[in-house]
């Protein structure tokens, strides 16, 4: 087990999310999901058959960050 790589919490307080759901919310194929976890870009839970899950709340920090880096390069973003 990989530091990114955890097992299903017990107490199941966070929602997880299938590579292709998260492949959705990004607009990419799972299988670059499934890569960024393995390069440890984002963090991912092993179910005991051995599929990877994703923390909800983890998933939608990291495309927050994406899409407020890219209105920053784009102009889009506040005014200093």
């Known amino acids: 087990m990989t530091a990114s790589t955890q097992q299903i919490p017990q107490n199941g307080q966070d929602h997880l999310l299938t590579p292709g759901e998260v492949a959705a919310m990004f607009r990419v194929d799972p299988k670059t999901v499934t890569r960024w ?24 920090t990291m495309l927050a960050e994406l899409t407020n880096d890219a209105d920053v390069t784009n102009g889009i973003g506040p005014a200093h």
């Not at 440890?40 to 051995?50: A, D, L, Q």
Request: no cysteine; hydrophobic share 25%.
């Open 37 to 60: 976890a393995t390069a440890g870009r984002i963090g991912s839970i092993r179910t005991p058959g051995g599929h990877r899950r994703f923390r909800e709340s983890e998933v939608r």
